[in-house]
């Protein structure tokens, strides 16, 4: 079988990208709540990030909250011409953190302008809808009213473009049916393949496919097959996790979330890393185990 070589970049939206990008959810504090631990720190990684070409950051005014998006806006404003910041709607938090549902017209509205104001921008790239059926993954309920209602926000020009994020198959072709959809995010990994299918099915379309939790999200990947596969390669166990993501499907946009920035090299660096087919049967066969 021949090696699998994917291009660098893939179209979001109107927009080209490199295929690494960043998750800005590790800035906020634990629970993705509150201040960082290390402001500094935290404008130092968003810089280095952008400065190393990351052009595709993924953030939420759920993060903090708010305070990612002000770290970012901080850091970065005024934005580069490139640069696609992608936020998500659909939840706020409550007083002890936790994340609660927010569908309503008023407090969808809400959410985009909270974006626009702590962003400091006129309009969002792109906002995916997160549904929250279930917190943990997709399952089946009504969508079209809180589209429809982010499809209003588009046409008042406030929204460049529409995603969505704890999808399933069935809610993504009614979203088409909808509006215009130009990446799904959802939660997949070398041991999480729920979305096998689906993430061909977009590429056919053209769609983006950006997985939340690519590194195993707080709960880290670990894997004796992946740890023994990095050495061999001279890489961390992380940087073959991203590149079996590169490889698998050339309409996955990695958005990799680090506080660090020794982390973040290691992420932008996992992009140069080649597996062969061999090395990706055998990274495969993970799933199967999981
Ligand atoms: N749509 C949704 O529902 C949803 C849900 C969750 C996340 N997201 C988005 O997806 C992005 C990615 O998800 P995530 O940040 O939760 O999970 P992740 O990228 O799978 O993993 C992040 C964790 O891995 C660590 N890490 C990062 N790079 C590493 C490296 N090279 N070596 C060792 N550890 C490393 C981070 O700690 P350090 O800070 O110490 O590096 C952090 O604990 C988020 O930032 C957010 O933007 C979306």
């Given amino acids: 079988m021949p090696e699998i070589t994917q291009p660098e970049t893939f179209k979001l939206g109107t927009r080209i990208v490199n295929r690494v990008g960043y998750g800005a959810m590790q800035l906020a504090g634990p629970g993705v709540f509150g201040p960082p631990k290390d402001r500094d720190a935290a404008l130092a990684v968003l810089r280095e990030a952008v400065a190393s070409g990351v052009n595709h950051i993924d953030t939420s005014d759920f993060y903090g909250p708010h305070i990612t998006n002000q770290l970012i806006r901080e850091a970065l404003a005024p934005y580069p011409d490139d640069l696609v910041i992608v936020t998500k709607i659909g939840a706020r938090r409550g007083q002890d953190g936790s994340w609660i549902p927010a569908f309503s017209r008023e407090e969808l509205t809400q959410a985009v302008h909270d974006n626009l104001r702590n962003l400091g921008v006129d309009v969002l790239d792109v ?33 460049r473009h529409i995603g969505l994020s704890n999808a399933t198959a069935a809610q993504i072709a009614e979203a088409r049916g909808i509006c215009d959809i130009v990446c799904v995010q959802n939660h997949y990994n070398l041991a999480h393949r729920a979305d096998d299918a689906l993430i061909d099915d977009l590429a056919g379309r053209g769609i983006a496919y950006v997985p939340f939790f690519p590194l195993g999200g707080f709960k880290p990947l670990q894997s004796s097959t992946l740890e023994k596969v990095a050495t061999r390669l001279s890489a961390t166990p992380m940087q073959v996790a991203l590149a079996w993501l590169l490889q698998r499907a050339p309409n996955i946009l990695l958005i990799p979330g680090t506080s660090s920035a020794l982390h973040l090299r290691e992420n932008l660096a996992a992009a140069g890393l080649r597996l062969s087919p061999d090395v990706l049967a055998e990274l495969d066969g993970i799933a199967a185990g999981a």
């Fill in 127 to 159: 906002v995916n809808l997160r549904f929250m059926f279930d917190v943990h993954g997709p399952a089946e309920g009504p969508i079209e009213a809180p589209l429809t209602v982010l499809a209003d926000l588009q046409r008042r020009g406030l929204v």
